[in-house]
């Protein structure tokens, strides 16, 4: 998938180009394509969603299940004297690869078992927001009104690549899966997917730790390590986080710090537990498990909160 992740960072380091423009680069095939713009005060982005249908899909009346990809991030790039594309740009980078990736397999004859639905923004130009260690790359809407858009009632199960280099949590050039999220739970990793980790990178697994803080909204003002479970907030599917993280601290706003084997790797890993996930041969988490917990603490999507007052769709 090197080609494919090239040819996206060629792609968005014009910063011309667009959702639209996207569409168009992709090869003619039996795939849907939805962009939704967004303008305010703060800015511009750009929502596409692209679905491939399954030859058993749920699109063509089938039962295998939906995979979601979201390409999670604030901007591709800040205003300023450093234009080019910062670490934050990593998981549109990864989502817009892997629907190529698909497009392409499409025009080859390789079609899934089950439907694929990548979804992600494209935002030119983004904006700085203080945060501990280093600055977050923000889009130009709020986290509650950004991952509503990016996520999808048909996705039964969601990976979230997004570049998560500022802290000192991992310590290794490469991506990691965080373990699974549903309705506000935290669960242990599946071995299935630890497997698919294994097969995809020839090397050990490696678990990004995350908090209860990492499962609440933004907008509640707590500390975050990185947003890339937050679509987990506003769906009930279960999300698996895939951060590309690196040896030492990266501000997320920083130019020129794209690995593009690492981001090969971590697309590659996307599209094989896509295809894994549909032939029913992965599970992103262990049900015995999510059931014991909702048994024993009912309730416990209630404090996941947009504000104080309102709860989260």
């Known amino acids: 998938m090197l080609r494919e992740i090239i040819d996206t960072i060629e792609f968005l ?23 939704m713009p967004f303008e305010s005060d703060l800015g511009t982005t750009e929502f596409i969603k692209v679905l491939f249908p399954g030859l058993a899909g749920k699109s063509a009346g089938g039962t295998a299940p939906t995979m979601g990809v979201i390409g999670s991030n604030g901007g591709l790039r800040l205003p300023g004297p450093y234009p080019g594309l910062a670490s934050d740009a990593d998981g549109c980078i990864v989502g817009l690869a892997v629907a190529l990736r698909l497009a392409r397999m499409r025009t080859r004859g390789q079609q899934l078992a089950g439907d694929v639905l990548v ?4 935002c030119q130009q983004a904006r700085p927001v203080p945060h501990d260690p280093f600055p977050f790359v923000m889009s130009p809407l709020p986290s509650s009104e950004k991952h509503p858009r990016l996520v999808d009632a048909r996705m039964d199960a969601v990976l979230t690549p997004e570049t998560c280099k500022g802290n000192k949590m991992v310590a290794h050039l490469g991506f990691a899966v965080t373990p699974p999220v ?9 071995a299935s997917i630890l497997h698919l980790v294994e097969m995809v990178t020839g090397k050990s697994p490696v678990v990004f730790p995350i908090t209860m803080q990492d499962v609440t909204p933004y907008e509640l003002g707590v500390h975050h390590i990185c947003g890339m479970v937050l679509p987990s907030i506003f769906c009930s599917a279960p999300v698996i986080g895939v951060p590309l993280v690196t040896e030492i601290q990266t501000h997320p706003s920083a130019t020129g710090v794209q690995q593009p084997t690492v981001l090969e ?8 537990v ?10 992103f988490y262990y049900p015995d498990d999510f059931k014991g917990m909702t048994e024993a603490f009912a309730g416990l999507r209630g404090w996941q909160r947009i504000t104080k007052d309102d709860e989260a769709p």
């Open 13 to 35: 380091d014009d910063s011309s180009n667009g959702a639209t423009a996207f569409r168009e680069k992709l090869p003619d095939g039996d795939y849907g394509v939805e962009i």
């Open 274 to 283: 896509a295809t894994n996930y549909g032939n029913g041969d992965c599970e």
């Open 265 to 272: 790797t971590a697309a590659r890993f996307c599209v094989e």
């Open 182 to 190: 549903r309705e506000g739970i935290i669960l242990r990793p599946h």
């Open 119 to 122: 979804s992600t923004h494209i």
